[in-house]
């Protein structure tokens, strides 16, 4: 621990500085001064004019471009993800490959979401419906996908023709610095795509500047709330909000329990829990309980918790870092302390670094569950009795991202489909790695009904309807003297 306490009285201050560390060994990543907010906002107005006056056709090849300039640098980007937010390899470069494959899905998003159309009006005009871009866009976005996630908020908003301003997650500002200098190499100039690293004071005032005209965020609940609530009464302002969930998956009658199984560690352990999609609660028909819950166990006891690069290669590395896998340990310990049955404890092996096991608590027996976003590897089980309370269960909870079932009849899926609340319904499949030809986003505490995804197009451009004629023509008919 004394390590700990010597490594956090060397950071500097972090108002002019953001410093990122290794979750798995507490070395330095990067470091640098924090930008300046109304400098950056100068620029950027400055910059985006002659951006948005660039044909689509133009800034469309500059994102290919962009793309390319990924996979020349796919296997460092890899490495500097898997560095600096503790994900294994493997899974860092998958990432990867999500950022360069959004280009393309962006811009056949872009031409369906936010087509160009031209109809017969009266008097032989045209009634035409065109879009246009917002001007300057802020990107704030999390460390648990440092790139894909800010990615798919940056494609969408340049092709349609905005600036950006992106501040990522003061926890992954090299990822953010190595992304930036692809857009800046394709082509697209620094002013309209700049990387502005800094922490929750910088983003607050990109948030509240007079220069901004919207704001799109990736995060938790917390600060997607203050964002909504600094700008409620802005309605000028884009905001897209795309937050987390306390997410149901429902195990209901099927004989795959092995498959089940995977379906369930997949959703729950994932990115170490560290994803907005995944699974933290599992509802499952008590009839099927135990042998289920002997199949989860048995194959989380198999995950392989490691540092990203140790071989054989493990299937979770370590949370972000130490305050994060102290809260989750308190919060685990909450959980026990009040009605929780563990089927599998929470272990912390280091207590200066943040590996975490993968835990499982039943708790059923609680008379008040919390109502939170775990973002970790705790996966809580309740037990149920028919269908409906199944459905009752899933939707016990503010939050509405993704809830999937696994087993049940294709009447059963119908059912959960058309009652469950959220943006993501799944059967048979994880609640995690949504399409990027689908809309990603949820309702409640999860999100503003600005799905990013494939409707990202939506809330980057805005859609402006003309009544045209080449000539002048008209004539008053009635009330004339």
């Not at 294994?88 to 999500?98: G, I, K, T």
């Not at 394709?186 to 704001?215: L, R, S, T």
């Not at 009652?419 to 993501?424: D, F, K, L, Q, S």
């Amino acid at each position: 621990m004394s390590g700990q306490l010597e490594r956090a009285e060397t950071r500097p201050d972090t108002r002019t500085q953001i410093v990122s560390y290794e979750p798995a060994t507490g070395a330095e990543v990067w470091r640098g001064p924090v930008a300046d907010v109304d400098e950056t906002v100068a620029r950027a107005r400055r910059a985006w004019p002659t951006w948005a006056a660039q044909p689509l056709s133009t800034r469309m090849e500059l994102l290919r471009r962009f793309a390319n300039e990924v996979r020349k640098d796919a296997e460092a980007l890899a490495t500097t993800i898997a560095r600096e937010v503790g994900k294994p390899l493997w899974e860092a470069r998958a990432e990867v490959d999500s950022v360069i494959g959004k280009v393309e899905v962006s811009i056949r998003a872009y031409a369906e979401r936010t087509a160009q159309r031209k109809l017969d009006s009266a008097l032989q005009g045209v009634m035409a419906v065109r879009h246009k871009p917002h001007g300057v866009l802020v990107v704030l976005s999390p460390f648990n996908y440092p790139a894909h996630l800010a990615n798919a908020h940056i494609v969408p908003a340049l092709i349609a023709g905005n600036a950006v301003i992106f501040k990522p997650s003061e926890r992954a500002p090299a990822t953010g610095e190595m992304l930036a200098r692809c857009f800046h190499r394709a082509g697209i100039p620094v002013a309209v795509m700049q990387f502005a690293p800094g922490g929750p004071a910088e983003g607050a005032a990109y948030v509240a500047h007079e220069g901004i005209d919207g704001v799109l965020f990736t995060g938790s609940a917390t600060n997607g709330i203050a964002i909504n609530r600094r700008l409620a009464g802005r309605p000028d302002r884009m905001v897209a909000l795309e937050m987390g969930g306390n997410n149901a998956m429902v195990v209901w009658d099927t004989p795959k329990l092995t498959d089940a199984a995977a379906i369930v560690v997949q959703s729950a352990f994932a990115t170490s829990g560290q994803r907005c999609t995944a699974a933290r609660r599992l509802i499952v028909r008590d009839t099927m309980y135990d042998a289920l819950m002997a199949e989860v166990k048995a194959l989380a006891d198999r995950l392989i918790v490691g540092a990203p690069f140790d071989e054989p290669a493990p299937f979770m590395g370590p949370v972000i870092d130490n305050a994060a896998a102290d809260g989750l340990t308190e919060s685990f310990l909450y959980l026990l302390s009040h009605g929780g049955r563990a089927i599998k404890h929470l272990v912390r092996p280091d207590d200066t670094l943040p590996f975490l096991s993968p835990a499982i608590i039943d708790v059923t027996a609680m008379r008040e569950r919390p109502d939170v976003e775990l973002f970790g590897p705790v996966l809580q089980v309740i037990r149920v009795s028919d269908f409906d309370q199944a459905i009752a269960e899933a939707n016990a909870s503010r939050y509405g991202l993704a809830a999937s079932l696994v087993g049940g009849s294709p009447q059963e899926y119908n059912r959960f489909w058309a009652n469950v609340r959220a943006g993501i319904v799944n059967w048979n499949r994880p609640t995690i790695g949504p399409s990027h030809a689908a809309p990603m986003g949820g309702v409640g505490l999860s999100g503003n009904h600005r799905p990013t995804g494939f409707y990202a197009a939506d809330y980057c451009a805005y859609p402006v309807a003309s009544g045209e004629m080449e000539q002048p023509r008209a004539v008053i008919g009635v009330g004339l003297r």
